[in-house]
């Protein structure tokens, strides 16, 4: 963990992550990154954005987003000047509906998560070489099982250059560099996905035990699925 006088030390980090990804573009890889646009995505935008802002920049739009969330996307889009790029789900909502007319994240919420956002991503995995993505290893037992670089599916390599850093070290880097922080933060909510499955901070524990309250489910299977391997 970084103390607040070690801002050095946070620095060499983010600059050692900007080199990696130099040295990804410098030896011909197709990179690109995911988002889900919350407080804790803006460490790891703002260096692709010192990096190169041509790098994809692609989140699904899965129709279930707080309009803040949208809005708050297109803002940092313009604000780092970042080639955001929202992804559709293929199937269109009114075939997303169970027997008995509810929506799957009532009743199937894996099936829901993979209709609406691993779906639409696996075109974008087959087209490039790296998939910087940002999961850091405090936020689950899943996410701190992964390695630095990982193979996932179609022969994408996942890049996690934030496995290490912690929420403190985002708070600092944000703060340092002036990041602006998710609107609906103020609110309470400190883990933002889709609507129905996201509720305000709960407890002292970890932020991502307000998604998907009260089932048994963690993770959307971006980081589980899309793991090569993965099912
Ligand atoms: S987070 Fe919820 S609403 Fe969003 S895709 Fe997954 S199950 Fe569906």
Request: aromatic share 10%.
């Amino acid at each position: 963990m970084v103390g607040i006088l070690d801002s050095k030390d946070l620095e060499a980090r983010a600059d050692a992550i900007v080199e990696r990804l130099h040295g990804y573009l410098d030896a011909g890889k197709q990179v690109f990154t995911t988002s889900s646009f919350q407080s804790q995505s803006l460490p790891l935008l703002h260096m692709i954005s010192r990096v190169n802002r041509d790098i994809p920049v692609y989140y699904t739009n899965t129709g279930f987003l707080f309009p803040k969330t949208v809005q708050f996307a297109e803002e940092l889009a313009d604000r780092l000047g970042l080639n955001v790029i929202p992804l559709r789900p293929e199937v269109p909502k009114i075939k997303q509906m169970d027997r008995a007319g509810r929506f799957l994240y009532a009743s199937d919420p894996d099936h829901c998560c993979y209709l609406n956002k691993v779906q639409p991503l696996e075109p974008v995995l087959r087209e490039h070489d790296i998939w910087v993505n940002g999961v850091r290893g405090d936020q689950s037992s899943v996410r701190a099982a992964m390695a630095e670089e990982e193979h996932a599916q179609f022969g994408c390599l996942r890049y996690h250059p934030m496995l290490e850093w912690d929420s403190r070290m985002v708070y600092f880097y944000r703060k340092t560099h002036d990041l602006p922080e998710h609107p609906m933060e103020a609110e309470g909510y400190l883990s933002i996905g889709c609507e129905p499955c996201t509720m305000k901070a709960i407890g002292d524990g970890n932020a991502r035990n307000a998604r998907w309250f009260g089932m048994n489910k963690t993770e959307c299977g971006l980081n589980t699925t899309l793991v090569s391997g993965g099912n």
